[in-house]
């Protein structure tokens, strides 16, 4: 085999052994281009950095009732004034970051495993696996998710664990749907089958070569996600059902400053906020990777 | 002249740098006239077509030249004047039947709409016309096929309709870009013959593009061989299949699997082509070729006649071209 | 005569197209209907036919994507449909397969080195500290730099894509490779560059090769024997010489005369089929490729013509032989 088709030494010339790029590098070069998502990464940063080291921030106890001190306006002694107990809210929305956003992290991160794990048995296996597991996600997704997460905690018992596992459960379907649409484009490409030639075997096809390629849209969709999380979780504290007295909760916050709001709106009007912010910037964060992450707007 | 091309050239602004996908191309298209442009992927044959239509969106534009149709400059009309001669003087046929006709309208409706927006016609008078065209095209029992929906229709047939479109308005330039790439051997047949045989009869040019010097052979009478957005030769097709010029052209010719030689081993052209991003200075196809000289590696030879073609080639003249733009 | 390497019998793959209230089909989908036939052990078998004839259909059986609906498949002399799962798991790997679409048969998220590498380390093939010299070895046997290892494929032209599926085909040190239409995607002047290194590669590594491809004009250079098939049915069989110089079966013959010429010196007379290819659903008795057939006769419409030996290992399967056959059927009845 003297003449080579393809001349080797030229291209060896030419470029130089070249580092692959990595898909978070990757990811991190289309995001940076696209401002929302930035803003709602420095807003997501800004709240982590919050709920870590909030314990040094608050000016106040968040627990700590003054009786005498209740229903203050903002002013310069409490920035957000304070509840009908005397607290300081401020320090109580600083608390309430810390809790959100535990809250949020710990129900995607239960939802997703479960998941991936249904979404991708069905959509790989198919056939009559497939139609059980949807079949009962479908069932799940016809209930409206808060009346769930309602029955689930009537079922489970008060508290914020509580609260994390039924929104974790609740949101399942979700995950579930997404990861098998993927899997079921993406299992019929040629280089899936290709694995299967070369003597793959199933589980190994699944997260060798499936999984890296849909991971994209999973990120966005856990992103996104972790907004629902958070909302949900101010929705049962609303309702009583998340947090329990005296720890602050968002959600909570509001649901028992709802008396007050036309003799104190700042006890209704900050909580409300802190959520509205929270919520906006996974949302930015999550669209703006959706963007990043779509072959198309990336191609040139 | 039907169509004259004067110095086109389109590039496109990518993020890493620009790409003259069609660099100073000239050619011509008389009435009546089958020329065909044939060439690789990325040898900027179909851009060629697009940039014709006006269809070049960003970041692509047409940086300079003319494109003459019956003496006005296409560049230079304004859009509604452009789409009056689009699809109605010049029409144009895709490689993807399917994605090209709209799946949830009948084959009718498609067609009646588009000879509806060009020619004064009612409704009567364009469905009977639509009819015609169908059976034109070679379509059996058109009155009923018409009422079809796309996904009814096998490939061929697809493309039959696409073709019937194209024509329902007489334009007098069909531009075919790989109308029969996705088309299976016997239909691929099929549907040059139809082409050839309504060119004679509506008397109609046809550009043709394609990457297949069979089809080429079959069905046109002149060829622009391009390589890397440049022409390297053009001929009418008896001068290019029995004495080819260019060392491309000649590659290609042997490198084409043919039913009537007993080789074990097909010749070919080595390497592939460069990246439009890093052209080589001088010929674009000097890396590739077996008769490269030291001076194909500096210049670009100039587009030359010879012998009543034309080729870019310095076996063939001295001549370099001159003002290349970096 | 060389003994088979794969014996293929009265094949059939059906895929349900629709089914009644109870699940039992009501519209079957013949992709491949009763079809035998065998290769030989170091030939290249051309198999052709157009768009939805069955052949890829063959292909993706013999590598085990597609189970099939009934006949036997023998391959090295062990029947692959009668085995479980892993034992054919692991019989199928001396069967590799090179796709059509080099942008859709390599994993985006692996570099070419782990593509290559990723057969011999399932498969336990050779120590880890020997796979690297492995790979470096398959990349210079396919013309590939060693250094080109970590790029992704999207690094890649279409033709040097195609070279790592082929590498990566030739890491578990199969017996027969399936070229489903290697090269049609590609350009013209990387096709033929393709097409030689597959044939260098076959006398290189003592390959099998089943090619499978749209038109004859693409297997004549590197196949030994062919076969054409139409909507499912073989329709002939026969070493490249007779099938190039006297083909028998009509399709073969429109099919042959399809393919347009470069030598515009001689223009030849085309047989040009009329109408489509009709769909492989619900087809109806009679031989398949009646509804276009410009010599079809009294009866093609109903009875479907077996594949026969019409001498010299010409099989065919069309009506206008059976007189051909019948004298030499009777010969043997009187001997």
Redesign the interface.
């Given at each position: 085999?003297e003449?080579?088709?393809?001349?080797?030494?030229?291209?060896?010339a030419?470029e130089?052994?070249?580092?692959?790029?990595s898909?978070i590098r990757e990811m991190w070069d289309a995001l940076k281009s696209n401002k929302g998502a930035l803003v709602g990464l420095g807003i997501i940063l800004f709240l982590i950095f919050v709920a870590v080291f909030g314990h040094w921030l608050m000016p106040y106890d968040p627990n700590l009732s003054d009786m005498g001190a209740s229903f203050l306006p903002p002013g310069p002694e409490h920035w957000f004034g304070t509840d009908q107990l005397g607290r300081d809210i401020f320090s109580r929305i600083i608390y309430g970051t810390h809790i959100s956003l535990t809250v949020g992290l710990s129900a995607v991160a239960i939802s997703l495993t479960a998941g991936i794990i249904l979404g991708a048995v069905a959509g790989y296996r198919g056939g009559k696996t497939d139609t059980v597991i949807m079949r009962f996600m479908d069932m799940m997704l016809a209930i409206p998710s808060i009346l769930l997460a309602i029955a689930f905690m009537a079922a489970l018992g008060k508290g914020l664990d509580k609260a994390v596992i039924a929104i974790g459960l609740v949101s399942i379907p979700e995950y579930a749907r997404i990861v098998r649409g993927c899997i079921l484009s993406v299992k019929e490409?040629?280089?899936v089958?290709?694995?299967?030639?070369?003597?793959?075997?199933d589980g190994?096809i699944i997260f060798k070569?499936i999984m890296?390629?849909i991971l994209s849209s999973i990120v966005v969709r856990a992103t996104l996600g972790i907004s629902t999380a958070v909302l949900d979780t101010s929705a049962l504290g609303f309702l009583g059902l998340g947090v329990q007295p005296p720890y602050a909760e968002w959600g909570d916050m509001l649901g028992r400053a709802r008396g007050f709001i036309f003799s104190a709106p700042y006890t209704l009007i900050f909580p409300g906020i802190a959520i509205t912010i929270t919520v906006l910037a996974f949302n930015l964060l999550g669209d703006g990777l959706r963007d990043a992450l779509d072959p198309k707007s990336r191609q040139? | 002249m039907l169509l004259e091309v004067k110095h086109l050239t389109t590039e496109f602004h990518l993020k890493k740098g620009v790409v003259n996908a069609v660099d100073d191309v000239s050619f011509s298209v008389d009435k009546g006239e089958i020329l065909a442009i044939v060439g690789e992927s990325g040898s900027g044959k179909s851009v060629t077509s697009l940039s014709i239509m006006g269809l070049i969106s960003p970041p692509g534009r047409i940086a300079k030249g003319e494109i003459l149709f019956k003496g006005n400059d296409l560049t230079r009309l304004p859009l509604h004047e452009l789409q009056k001669i689009r699809g109605d003087q010049i029409s144009m046929i895709f490689q993807e039947p399917m994605t090209s006709l709209n799946p949830v309208q009948r084959i009718r409706d498609q067609i009646m709409e588009s000879i509806m927006t060009h020619m004064k016609l009612t409704k009567e008078e364009a469905l009977r016309r639509t009819v015609e065209m169908l059976d034109l095209v070679g379509i059996p029992s058109p009155e009923a096929r018409a009422n079809d929906y796309p996904h009814q229709m096998s490939g061929g047939m697809r493309q039959r309709v696409m073709i019937a479109m194209a024509l329902s308005c007489r334009p007098e330039l069909l531009i075919a870009d790989e109308p029969t790439t996705a088309l299976d051997v016997t239909i691929q047949a099929q549907i040059l013959e139809l082409l050839y045989s309504l060119r004679e009869k509506l008397n109609m040019a046809v550009l043709l593009i394609t990457h297949d010097l069979g089809v080429v052979a079959e069905a046109a009478d002149r060829v622009v061989v391009m390589y890397c957005g440049k022409i390297l030769e053009e001929a009418d097709v008896k001068t290019l299949f029995t004495s080819p010029m260019h060392p491309y052209t000649v590659g290609l010719l042997e490198s084409i699997p043919r039913l009537d030689d007993e080789r074990e081993r097909l010749s070919m052209i080595r390497g592939m082509v460069p990246n439009p991003l890093h052209m080589p200075p001088g010929c674009a196809f000097s890396d590739r070729c077996d008769r490269c000289m030291e001076k194909c590696r500096k210049h670009m030879p100039a587009l030359v006649p010879v012998n009543g073609s034309k080729v870019r080639c310095f076996l063939y003249s001295e001549e370099v071209e001159e003002d290349r733009h970096e | 005569m060389n003994e088979p390497l794969v014996q293929i019998k009265n094949l059939k793959k059906y895929f349900t197209v629709r089914t009644d209230f109870f699940g039992r089909p009501t519209s079957v989908l013949k992709a491949v209907d009763d079809v035998s036939f065998e290769i030989r052990r170091g030939e290249a078998f051309g198999l052709v036919g157009e768009s939805g004839c069955g052949k890829t259909t063959i292909g993706k059986m013999l590598v085990n994507l597609y189970r099939p609906t009934s006949g036997t498949i023998l391959f090295d002399g062990r029947d692959l449909t009668a085995m479980d799962e892993e034992e054919r798991r692991k019989c199928c790997r001396d069967i590799q397969l090179i796709f059509q679409d080099p942008y859709a048969s390599l994993n985006p998220r692996m570099t070419i080195g782990d593509i290559i590498a990723e057969p011999i380390r399932i498969n336990h093939l050779l120590p880890s500290s020997e796979v690297e010299g492995r790979v470096n070895y398959l990349l210079g046997c396919v013309g590939l730099a060693n250094h080109l290892r970590n790029r992704y494929p999207h690094e890649f032209s279409g033709g040097q894509r195609q070279r790592v599926g082929i590498a990566r085909a030739l890491a578990v040190q199969p017996k027969l490779i399936v070229c489903d239409e290697p090269v049609s995607a590609l350009d013209v002047s990387i096709q033929a560059q393709v097409l030689n290194l597959l044939h260098d590669l076959k006398d290189e590594f003592g390959l099998t090769y089943l090619f499978i491809a749209h038109g004859l004009n693409v297997v004549k250079h590197i196949s030994d024997r062919v076969g054409v098939m139409y909507l499912g049915k073989l329709m002939e069989i026969a070493s490249k010489r007779e099938l190039y110089e006297k083909p028998l079966n009509p399709y073969t013959q429109a099919l042959l005369s399809a393919i347009p010429v470069t030598d515009v010196t001689r223009k030849k007379e085309r047989i040009i089929l009329k109408g489509d290819v009709p769909s492989p659903i619900d087809p109806g008795e009679g031989c398949r490729f009646a509804s276009r057939c410009f010599k079809v006769f009294e009866g093609c419409d109903r009875i479907c013509p077996p594949l026969r030996d019409v001498g010299n290992g010409h099989l065919v399967a069309c009506r206008l032989y059976d007189t051909l056959v019948g004298s030499a059927d009777s010969d043997s009845v009187s001997q």
């Open positions: 085999m003449d080579k088709p393809f001349d080797t030494s030229a291209a060896a030419a130089p052994l070249e580092k692959p790029e898909q490409n040629d280089y089958q290709a694995a299967r030639v070369v003597g793959n075997r190994r070569h890296p390629n040139l | - | -």
